[in-house]
Structures are given as structure tokens and as C-alpha cells.
């Protein structure tokens, strides 16, 4: 059974840091992308960031370059999202996704399965 647990979301400031954590299970990993997407009210769910688990290859959204890192911890089975210089537009559900190395780009349609999502909200 394929699941993926998120963790780390929260309440911040303005110009505040935050770590999403991903940990999928029943996956092979090597021919899998990960990629983090997120969904705020009344707003279609946006690609944010995803990373190739063998080469460790990323791509970011516009949005978030430069502020955000997507980055995979092998021993631990864990991708992560680093988040800095928040604002309030970061506000947001956030879900981490996988999906084939050959499918998933930018579009959820190529992600095959998906967490449950984690609450960022960043106050002004």
C-alpha cells in the first residue's frame, strides 16, 4: 500500500522560514519523481517544486524560486520543502505527490499519488 505523510506545516510571520517533510512507503523510488503542489482557497491546486529521486534533479515554479528548496534524504525515505522569505500569498495547503520519472513534470495529472496536505498559513 502507497502512502505519503506530510508533516511540518503551520502558522507563521512574514519573512519566516518553514521545513515540509514527506515520507512515502510502498514505492520504488528510483523510478519515481517527487514533487510538492499546494492549493489555496478558492484557487486551483499549483506545482511548486519537484525532484528525481536517483539523480536528485529539481525544478521550481517561479513562484517560489529562489525561496524555496526541494531536497530528498535517501537513508531516511524522506523528501523535504524548505520554505524562506514566506509571504502571505505562500498561504496554502501543500501536498507532496509521486509520480513516474517519465510522466510527472509541472501538471498533478502525472502524479499517481498523493499525502493528505499540510496547512501553511503566513500572517502578514
Known amino acids: 500500500q502507497v502512502r505519503l505523510v506530510e508533516s511540518g506545516g503551520g502558522l507563521v510571520q512574514t519573512g519566516d522560514s518553514l521545513r515540509l517533510s514527506c515520507a512515502p512507503s510502498?514505492?520504488?523510488?528510483?523510478?519515481?519523481?517527487m514533487g510538492w503542489f499546494r492549493q489555496a482557497p478558492g484557487k486551483e491546486r499549483e506545482f511548486v517544486a519537484r525532484?528525481?529521486?536517483?539523480?536528485?534533479?529539481?525544478y521550481y515554479s517561479d513562484s517560489v524560486k529562489g525561496r524555496f528548496t526541494i531536497s530528498r534524504d535517501d537513508a531516511k525515505n524522506t523528501v523535504y520543502l524548505q520554505m524562506t522569505s514566506l509571504k502571505p500569498g505562500d498561504t496554502a495547503v501543500y501536498y507532496c505527490?509521486?509520480?513516474?520519472?517519465?510522466?510527472?513534470?509541472?501538471?498533478?495529472?502525472?502524479?499517481?499519488?498523493w499525502g493528505q496536505g499540510t496547512q501553511v498559513t503566513v500572517n502578514s
Open positions: 525532484i528525481t529521486w536517483t539523480e536528485g534533479h529539481t
Open positions: 505527490a509521486a509520480g513516474s520519472r517519465i510522466i510527472a513534470f509541472t501538471s498533478s495529472l502525472g502524479y499517481n499519488y
Open positions: 510502498g514505492l520504488s523510488l528510483s523510478n519515481y519523481v
